[in-house]
T-cell receptor, first 112, second 111 residues
Framework: DGGITQSPKYLFRKEGQNVTLSCEQN?????MYWYRQDPGQGLRLIYY???????QKGDIAEGYSVSREKKESFPLTVTSAQKNPTAFYLC???????????FGPGTRLTVL | RKEVEQDPGPFNVPEGATVAFNCTYS??????FFWYRQDCRKEPKLLMS???SGNEDGRFTAQLNRASQYISLLIRDSKLSDSATYLC????????????FGSGTRLSIRP
């Protein structure tokens, strides 16, 4: 089955620690995205990548970093510089027609 | 002004009712429009694309009004399972970055 996987589903970290969220897709999509969603809010774009070895900042990139070494993978690191990291993180990808975005199941990060 | 605006709701309607909500967008160059459904604590999933001519999928009808820059979603004969948050999404073909999500409209169907 084609799709997007994110792991882990729930993640707890102590304040001040960096943490990396995994996102893998086997849809052969070029473009991948990371969004953050806070309770009762819409999705806000953190980073996106249109092609391997290239990525761009979204609206709220401060305190986050990404890499895109392989087409299938787009991991997100939440650094200690992110002031309020507790949120629901969603990874998505889109095909060349830039139509439907496919989402992974999300990772719920809680920083204690 | 937000790029994509939705009434957050909640809309609380009885089962079997018809409910409609709109979404306005600010960029007149927007090319693609979508409605996504998001269940509580889950990822968004595509409900339907919105075409210039309007489109219908069973009980769901989506319309686009380019002159007034809004899209609408109509749900007929609502079911309990329709309870969810409905996200309006607007994008430009030319840029992978310009995919804008509305904050969502919460819909609750009561028995």
């Amino acid at each position: 089955d084609g799709g997007i996987t994110q792991s882990p589903k729930y993640l707890f970290r102590k304040e001040g620690q960096n943490v990396t969220l995994s996102c893998e897709q086997n849809l052969n999509h070029d473009a991948m995205y990371w969004y953050r969603q806070d309770p009762g809010q819409g999705l806000r774009l953190i980073y996106y990548s249109q092609i391997v070895n290239d990525f761009q900042k979204g609206d709220i990139a401060e305190g986050y970093s990404v890499s895109r070494e392989k087409k299938e993978s787009f991991p997100l690191t939440v650094t200690s510089a992110q002031k309020n990291p507790t949120a629901f993180y969603l990874c998505a990808s889109i095909g060349s027609s830039y139509n439907e975005q496919f989402f992974g199941p999300g990772t719920r990060l809680t920083v204690l | 002004r937000k790029e994509v605006e939705q009434d957050p709701g909640p809309f609380n309607v009885p089962e079997g009712a018809t409910v409609a909500f709109n979404c306005t967008y600010s960029n007149s160059a927007s090319q693609s429009f979508f409605w996504y459904r998001q269940d509580c604590r889950k990822e968004p999933k595509l409900l339907m694309s919105v075409y210039s001519s309007g489109n219908e999928d069973g009980r769901f009808t989506a319309q686009l009004n380019r002159a007034s820059q809004y899209i609408s979603l109509l749900i007929r004969d609502s079911k309990l399972s329709d309870s969810a948050t409905y996200l309006c999404v607007v994008s430009l073909y030319s840029s992978a970055s310009k995919i804008i999500f509305g904050s969502g409209t919460r819909l609750s169907i009561r028995p």
